[in-house]
């Protein structure tokens, strides 16, 4: 497993421990409702709409709520608000590099909510490009594991563009560049491969070891910016080991 998918396999077996499934909801309709003002409400038409579409449904949005939203994105139905994508950036205890980033209405109240989360959980706003250099941004398509070996996943890939496959132990984790993400998850439908989430997201170069207390804190930070309805994900360096990760979830 490369030292990039151990983040990977933190965060969603963290999600798992305790998602917030009305937050969670939240802000995979906004992500749907963005997705059409931006790129038209067609999803055949507009990859982005389509897999904002399909992360939610795998995550169990309500069809109807669904609609709605890829409506109100499209103009087809009043209500939707206008949404700006904000990215702040930081370090959280230990010296561990974090991105934010918000999906907001309003830019003021989605600054104090971080600042306060930030100043609370130990960590502290740093200036725009003094953390963002450590992150490179990337194509991530998630998908269960099902009866399917590594192997059947690059052999599916490859040749469309993907750079690696990691086992996040229950699920498989392919990575590309964002401009060959439609392409590579084209690949895996191809294939007859189904997939939860294929969607742009940030990858650290350097990661940051830290020990259970370490552990735990980032967690807390974690949960509290995630906490606001303006944050749609928050992306780290930490690199939390197995055995730390398994006193944790014990």
Known sequence: MSGHSKWATTKH?????????????????KNIEVAARTGGGDPDGNP????????????????????RARR???GEEAGGADWETIMYEGYGPNGVAMLIECLTDNRNRAAMEVRTAMTRGGGNLADPGSVAYLFTRKGEIILDKGD???DDVLMAVLDA???????????????????????????????????DSAESAF????????????????????????????????????DVPDDVLASLES
């Open 13 to 29: 077996k963290k999600a798992a421990i305790d998602a917030k499934r009305g937050k969670l909801f939240a802000k995979l309709v």
């Open 48 to 67: 982005t709409l389509f897999d904002a579409i399909q992360k939610a449904k795998k995550n169990s949005v309500p069809g109807d709520n669904v609609e």
């Open 72 to 74: 109100r994105g499209a």
């Open 148 to 150: 399917l070996e590594e």
């Open 161 to 195: 563009g993907a750079e690696e496959v990691n086992d996040l132990g229950d699920r498989f984790e392919v990575i590309c560049e964002p401009t060959d993400l439609v392409q590579v998850r084209t690949a895996l439908q191809a294939a007859g491969i189904d997939y």
């Open 203 to 238: 990858r650290a170069s350097v990661e940051v070891t830290v020990d259970a207390e370490g552990a735990g804190k980032i967690f807390r930070l974690i949960d509290a910016l995630e906490d606001s309805d303006d944050v749609q994900n928050v992306y780290s360096n930490v």
